[in-house]
């Protein structure tokens, strides 16, 4: 059974992710996408930052053009967990009642997400790809389903908010702006059984050195580098592009990646300048995260592979023999490069 009060529920809301005082990157996109729907829907957005000591982040918020900064800050919320935050985050939805509400596809976005859908009896969609508004004034969430075959569209009639996690680097952030919101704080009400769990201390696994969604050069690597041995051409070439290592599912399962460097459908959307894409077949759970690179290099063994359908040049044959040869050429490029510039030098 559904609300009858839809009318009630306003305005667009944003969640901000921040980890000991950054804000995540996803933050400024989520603002980004709610002001683009707040445009459509005459609406304003607001965003609703958690934690302790962030009333910095706020400002930054409102100086990227957030109306309104809900800001919620208590000791119990330095660090994230999920009673707490869902207690904060539901409450306010309860008594503000926006009609929409983004939240970060991450780790912490997914698991905050379906837990407060739960409290605030709504659907929620997962891991969007792009969001619109229909002519009823209802939000389109768009996800690839049936892996990445089917874009479904799903809409949220009957229940408020209408919510929808964002994967990050699908939509860009926008811009500073002159106009100035204001910060509204949140009174935080914690019980005893929001307490159940504590974090005790936060392990981080070794991330990339350089994150694939902001770098303009990105080398993949995909199952057809074969061992982790190998890799090590994936990386090397990455660094003498200066550029990030990403890379396909089987790489990720193999442990030569971490999470956040996967590239696709339940991984990364990138916008390098340059992809260039090694051992990788080019199935669409993977090109899907690619479409929007500038220029896209593929070296594969396997002519018929897919991944050349999608490429702006394609190389035929095995990385073994090609990869150590361009890493090669563009070191005696660099190092001359730079005997050219010691040499101009007064
Ligand atoms: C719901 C769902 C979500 C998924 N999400 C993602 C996602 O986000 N990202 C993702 O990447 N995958 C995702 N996958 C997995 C995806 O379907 C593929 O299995 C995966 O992308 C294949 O990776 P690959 O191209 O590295 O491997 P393969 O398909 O095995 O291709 C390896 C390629 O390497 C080539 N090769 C082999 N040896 C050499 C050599 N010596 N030199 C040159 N080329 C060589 C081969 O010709 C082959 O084309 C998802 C799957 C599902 C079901």
Same mark, same amino acid.
């Given at each position: 059974?559904?609300i ?6 306003k305005?667009?809301w944003?969640?901000?992710?921040q980890?000991?005082?950054c804000?995540?990157e996803?933050?400024l996109e989520?603002l980004?996408?709610a002001?683009?729907?707040a445009? /459509?829907? %005459? ?12 009333e910095?982040?706020a400002e ?7 109306d ?7 000791p ?6 999920t ?5 904060v ?10 009609e ?7 780790s912490l976005g997914?698991d905050l997400?379906?837990?407060? *859908?739960?409290?605030?009896?709504t ?5 969007c790809t792009?969001l619109d ?5 209802e939000l389109? @969430?768009v996800?690839?389903a049936?892996?990445?075959?089917? %874009?479904?569209t799903i809409l949220c009639p009957k229940?408020?908010?209408q919510m *929808?996690?964002?994967r990050p680097?699908v939509?860009r952030?926008g811009e500073?702006?002159k106009k100035r919101?204001?910060?509204?704080r949140?009174?935080?009400e914690i019980?005893?059984?929001?307490? /159940? ?5 936060v392990h981080?696994?070794?991330g990339?050195a350089?994150?694939?969604?902001e ?12 061992n982790?041995d190998d890799w ?6 990455a660094e003498?592009?200066n ?8 790489p990720?399962d193999?442990?030569w990646?971490?999470?956040?460097? %996967?590239?696709?459908?339940?991984? /990364?959307?990138?916008?390098p300048k340059?992809y ?7 199935v669409? @759970?993977h090109?899907?995260?690619?479409q $929007?690179?500038q220029?896209?290099? *593929?070296?594969n063994?396997?002519p018929?592979?897919?991944i050349?359908?999608?490429? $702006?040049?394609?190389?035929?044959? $095995? ?6 040869l361009?890493v090669?050429?563009l070191?005696?490029s660099?190092?001359?490069?730079r005997? $050219?510039r ?5």
């Open positions: 059974m559904g009858s009060n839809l009318g009630e529920w305005g667009i944003a969640f901000a992710e980890e000991e005082g804000l995540a996803v933050s989520l980004s996408v002001q683009f729907l445009k /459509k829907r %005459m609406a304003e957005v607001s965003v609703i930052l958690l934690g302790y000591g962030v910095s982040l930054q918020l409102l100086a990227w053009g957030a309104r900064v809900f800001l919620a800050e208590h119990t919320l330095e660090k994230y967990s009673l707490p935050y869902a207690r985050t539901s409450n306010l939805i309860t008594e503000i009642k926006p929409f509400f983004l939240l970060p596809a991450t997914s997400a379906a837990r407060v *859908a739960a409290r605030v009896n659907g929620l969609s997962a891991h792009h508004i229909n002519d009823k004034g389109r @969430q996800v690839p049936f892996g990445g075959k089917v %874009m479904a229940h408020r908010p *929808a996690t964002v680097g939509f952030k500073p702006q919101g204001m910060i509204e949140v009174p935080v019980r005893p059984e929001d307490l /159940k769990q504590k974090v005790l201390e981080r696994g070794k990339p350089r994150a694939i969604e770098a303009d050069v990105v080398v993949a690597g995909g199952a057809g580098i074969g982790k090590k051409w994936v990386e090397r070439l003498v592009l550029g990030a290592v990403g890379g396909t599912r089987p990720l193999e442990g990646i971490s999470e956040d460097q %996967m590239i696709g459908q339940s991984g /990364k959307t990138i916008r340059l260039i894409g090694i051992g990788i077949s080019g669409i @759970q090109v899907v995260g690619i $929007d690179a220029v896209i290099i *593929a070296i063994h396997e018929r592979a897919a050349f359908q999608s490429a $702006d040049l394609g190389v035929i044959g $095995d990385f073994r023999k090609i990869v150590p361009v090669d050429e070191e005696k660099a190092s001359s490069a005997v $050219d010691a040499i101009l030098q007064p």
